[in-house]
């Protein structure tokens, strides 16, 4: 049972949001409406996925995960968010979960290791690097975005989702605290961590004017 | 301290600038970070540093699939709730079946139950009289006995271990 405050507001993402208005149509049976936000969604749900598991095939298969689950949900479906919101609500659950299942079999990995000893990322030596030991020579664009990725490679993983939903998403503090469960307080403490974070990773090659 | 006052200081000027550009900022803080700016080169500095190293985020991947990960998507989803239906429907049938054999066995323990409590309850006054049988066959002797001190006392002289009428006393 919806309170009028709730009824108002479903109705007010319903009237805004055009996505909102073709899940509504997915919840009553349209396939149609579906697969339209399946096209609209499927490159910016698998750019997210990607920066975030760093693979391009698992992020395919997050991304069906997340339609599928979607189209689960659809029953139940209630416009309390814009759509976009909701969409990466679960992409966020789906790769948080992705992210633990990894980090474990890693741990597996690492004590199979009979040296015990884990690769350090290359980023943790860059990131340290005194300002005299700058790259040198221009960096070729394939070599920025190895450099850019490993730098975000370096956020911790609620970072790295922050940093992907302002970048590529362009959500407001409210929405992003809506997506991972967080105040807005919290999500601008994070973005501001994380964008510092970056700074100091990055601003070497900005120095350098290295950027192609 | 004054390490910890510095950083406090970087974090929240930082913060305070990641939010201006990110547009997030009220209409009065928006005017005194830009009064800021416009005075401190500083300040200045630590945007345009934190502006370029954003924007580097451009060379990330950005996905661009085809057509057919759209109709493999589209398809997977139509395959796995055609299977969540089909496991719905075993589970439907399953919980059915479960429920008539349980109704079935509920009936039969109901039944038996109800049989052995009248086979019980009929039997009833047959078991007084098998229990009473000594007594009764003794009933013409017992006349005799003037008082219930007498039989016991012919009881303790063990005059009725072998009739089996201790228990009966």
Known sequence: MLTEAAESRNATYETVDPDVRLMLQVRDGNAAAFEELVLRYQNRLITVLQNLVHNRHRAEELAQEVFLRVFRARASYRPEARFATWLFTIAHNVASNALRAAARQHEVNVSADPNGEAAAKPMDSMAVAPSGLMPVRQLEKGELADVVRQAIDSLGERQRMAVMLSRFEHMSYQDIAETMGLSVQAVKSLLSRARDNLRQILEPYVQEGTRP | ?169
């Open chain 2, 1 to 169: 301290m004054s390490n910890d006052h510095h950083a406090l200081e970087h974090d929240t000027m930082v913060e305070e600038l990641v939010a201006y550009l990110d547009g997030e900022l009220d209409t009065e803080s928006n005017r005194r970070v830009e009064r800021r700016l416009a005075r401190d080169a500083d300040y200045r500095q630590q945007l345009r540093e934190l502006q370029q190293s954003w924007d580097l985020l451009d060379h990330l991947p950005q996905a661009d699939v085809d057509q057919s990960f759209t109709e493999s998507t589209i398809a997977m989803v139509a395959l796995q709730t055609s299977d969540d239906h089909q496991h719905a429907r075993s589970r439907h049938s399953r919980q059915r079946r479960l429920m008539i054999g349980s109704a079935l066995a509920c009936s039969v323990l109901v039944f038996v139950a109800a049989f052995s409590a009248t086979r019980w309850w009929a039997g009833r006054q047959d078991r007084k009289l098998l229990r009473d049988l000594p007594v009764i066959e003794n009933l013409d002797h017992y006349r005799y006995a003037e008082s219930i001190e007498f039989l016991r006392l012919l009881e303790r002289e063990g005059l009725f271990v072998e009739e089996g009428l201790d228990h009966e006393l």
